[in-house]
């Protein structure tokens, strides 16, 4: 915990509501995005019980297994689950635009992309399961399932991956985003009861945070937002109606069971729209079009790589495919944190007090000096920065501006609280910097030696060169009959 969340969670305590710790919204919010809260069979890890899910808050889509013991049924679930996330996603695939790329050949994207949210992290984690439960299925042979149940399972599994990528917003877990932009009095670990985290956020009427959390620990009120269900109402209300369900399988006993899970499911409903309103009321920060960009570039190649046939995504990964995706996830947290900080003050001001940042005044600039002789002659601008903070920079650091896009300088001198600056970068091809990419004196400016540079894909074999040390080459996929495997 950094300190001035620490501080923000004293004050929060302090005040009995939740403080703000951004400016803005680090996160994308769509339009139209498709909340899901899912629930599970309790001791079964990937048997699915029920779902709420939809596009609408005022008419959801529940779905439910009425015995979760019964493939059949899972299945039918699945094909339900299928004919309301499958339209949603395919809408998106129609409608793409030419990006043209220097050295490349102009490519299709998607204009648009979808956006999943569910309450938590373990509920992401349930989606990921019932992804790997169902793409490796088969319309024929034994054991058939509709056709777009292992299409299902792709797109979930899909999701469910894109949730660990650093900044991806396709798969959102409410409670992340909700602890991301505000901090509680409570710990991280109550953070993630999505009712006591709304209820420090946005406590009703005459209710202060920590009254409004301590009433969301009654499950009775406030149910589990899943995918566990209360173990009471386990026991004294679902258990019973399933047992009676098993005597007459009767559409009286699946309505029985329905109603039942309908009231654990409606309240997380309505915290999860509430929770989508706080959220997209934040002014948006500046970078999160940038990474929506990647997510729509990520989902038009898995549109693609569907279109063409591709196998589904394998059970685990090869030792090559692990390393990249590691050190992609690396690169993509690395960027992540540049780009909050740049797009965020107050994220910016942890790293103030950390001496990677300062901020200050400009007391002098030379925006004609050059360096060298002849035709290797270069423009390099001088200025000078007066600032109360701590730097714990070294001459000959490269630092960039969040006020600047593409704006670099090198540290020169640090002498007590001036800090000279040698401009290398960002001032346009002239001989002369163009207007406003050298600070003039008066000017408020803030530097960091944390950049967004490109950074290059770690230098791994293919696949077929992996060393017998890690498992060989991959064996290539071939369908097999899985149909025998069990969901838990």
């Known amino acids: ?187 991280g ?16 009427v005459g209710m202060s945070g920590p009254q409004a959390a301590e009433e969301a620990e009654d499950p009775l009120l406030w149910p589990p937002a899943g995918p566990t269900t209360d173990p009471g109402f386990d026991n004294e209300v679902l258990a019973p109606a399933i047992a009676a369900y098993e005597e007459a399988p009767t559409e009286r006993a699946v309505e029985r069971i329905a109603q039942a899970l309908r009231t654990q499911l409606d309240p997380t409903w309505r915290l999860m729209w509430r929770a989508v309103g706080l959220l997209r009321r934040l002014p948006e920060g500046e970078r999160v079009k940038d990474r929506w960009e990647a997510d729509r570039g990520s989902f038009t190649r898995f549109v693609e790589r569907i279109a063409e046939g591709g196998p589904p995504q394998a059970r685990r990964d090869g030792a090559v495919g692990a390393a990249a995706r590691l050190a992609g996830m690396e690169r993509a947290q690395a960027s992540y944190d540049v780009q909050r900080a740049y797009d965020d003050p107050l994220i910016m001001a942890e790293y103030r007090l950390s001496g990677e940042a300062f901020a200050g005044t400009v007391t002098y600039a030379d925006p004609e000096h050059t360096e060298g002789e002849g035709r290797s002659r270069k423009l390099r601008p001088l200025v000078t920065v007066e600032t109360a903070d701590p730097v714990r920079l070294m001459p000959g650091t490269t630092v960039g501006s969040p006020d600047r896009r593409g704006h670099a300088a090198e540290i020169v001198e640090i002498s007590g609280g001036e800090i000279v600056l040698k401009i290398v970068k960002g001032m346009g091809r002239s001989k002369t910097p163009a207007p406003g990419s050298v600070p003039g004196p008066g000017e408020q400016v803030c530097y960091t030696s944390l950049t967004d540079d490109f950074q290059s894909s770690a230098a791994l074999p293919d696949p077929e060169q992996t060393p017998w040390t890690h498992g060989g080459p991959p064996q290539e996929y071939v369908a097999d009959d899985d149909a025998q495997e069990e969901w838990s």
């Open 1 to 187: 915990m950094s300190t001035l969340t620490a501080l923000a969670r004293l004050r929060a305590a302090r005040d009995g509501v939740a403080q703000r710790i951004t400016t803005v919204r680090h996160c994308h919010i769509a339009d139209r995005p498709m909340v899901l809260v899912p629930l599970r069979l309790a001791g079964e890890s990937a048997a699915p019980l029920a779902a709420m899910v939809g596009t609408d808050p005022d008419h959801p889509r529940l779905l439910v297994v009425p015995q979760p013991r019964n493939r059949d049924l899972r299945f039918a679930f699945a094909a339900g689950l299928a004919e309301v996330l499958l339209p949603y996603v395919e809408g998106f695939q129609k409608t793409t635009e030419t990006v043209e790329r220097r050295g490349g050949e102009p490519y299709e994207r998607c204009l648009d992309a979808p956006q999943i949210i569910v309450p938590n992290r373990p509920a992401a984690s349930f989606t990921g399961l019932l992804g790997r439960s169902t793409r490796f299925r088969r319309a024929d042979g034994p054991y058939p399932v509709h056709p777009s149940v292992p299409v299902l399972g792709r797109w979930l599994t899909y999701f469910a991956d894109r949730s660990h990528q650093p900044g991806s917003c396709l798969l959102l877990t409410a409670t992340e985003a909700l602890a991301q932009h505000w901090a509680t009095g409570q710990s």
């Open 189 to 204: 670990l109550e953070d993630s009861n999505l009712a006591a985290l709304m209820g420090w956020i946005d406590p009703p």
